[in-house]
Each structure stands twice: as C-alpha cells, then as structure tokens.
C-alpha cells in the first residue's frame, strides 16, 4: 500500500481559497487501496476563506505574497510544510492541486514584483519541499490524464 499525500481539496474538503473544494472522484477512484493523507498548509495557516496569494520572485528567492495585503505569507506554509513531513514520515507519493502556489507541482504561476507572469510551471512552496526531498510528486490533473 502507498502511503499518497494528496491535497484535501482533492477530497473534498472546504479549504480552497474560496472556500470551496476540487472534489476529484476519478482521481480517488484510482487511488483506492493506498493510504491517502490530505494536507493544505494554506488552510491551516490562513483558514478558509481567505485573500489569494501568488508566487512573486524576490531578491530573497521565491516568495508566497498576499494580493490583498502584500504581506508575506511563506513563512507559515514553509512551518507547517516541515511540521508536516516530520509527523508524516515516509511518503511514496505527493498529488498536489495543479496551479497552486503551495501544492502545484508543476503548474504554480510565478511572476515579478511588478506582477508581470516570469512562468506558469514552478513548483509551490509545499512542492518544492517534495522535491527536494526526492518524493515522487504530480499536478492532480496530470495524474488523473486531464492534462
């Protein structure tokens, strides 16, 4: 059995920004027999709803940025990203929810301090923790055949 961290927005849980979920049956429906462990760091560190926040490259590295403030949010996500792996251990598998600026894989968009897009394929913050922790890791839309 593998053990799957997978978004809980995936399973249908109220804690996209909007304070709605991404129910993904068919991507559930493939997972059947694994253990899957949902996460959102943004929920646990902002709850839901919330303002959105984007991805700005800084002169500090890549940085998660409120819109509706400007305020830094990284911080709290990177907390809660390490809390995370150190509860969950092992993980043969990580499905993030495409395009989001924690979870997305693949797929998070990235843009300058003038808000001009530099890329719409880097990793969100939890992602790029996966990776560099050498976990297999996948955009949900890619996984389920969408993409």
Known sequence: MRRVAISACLLGKSCRYDGNDNYAPALLEMLKGDE????CPED??????RPTMDLIETHRGIEAVCNESGVLRSEPIRTYVRNFFDRHGMIDLFIG?????SCGVCSARLYDT???LLSSSVAGLMA???IERNIVAID???FEGRE
């Open 36 to 39: 899957l462990i949902p996460f």
């Open 44 to 49: 646990a560190a902002f709850g839901s709803p």
């Open 97 to 101: 929810k495409d395009r989001s600026p």
């Open 114 to 116: 003038q808000k001009n």
């Open 128 to 130: 790029q923790e996966v």
């Open 140 to 142: 949900a839309e890619k």
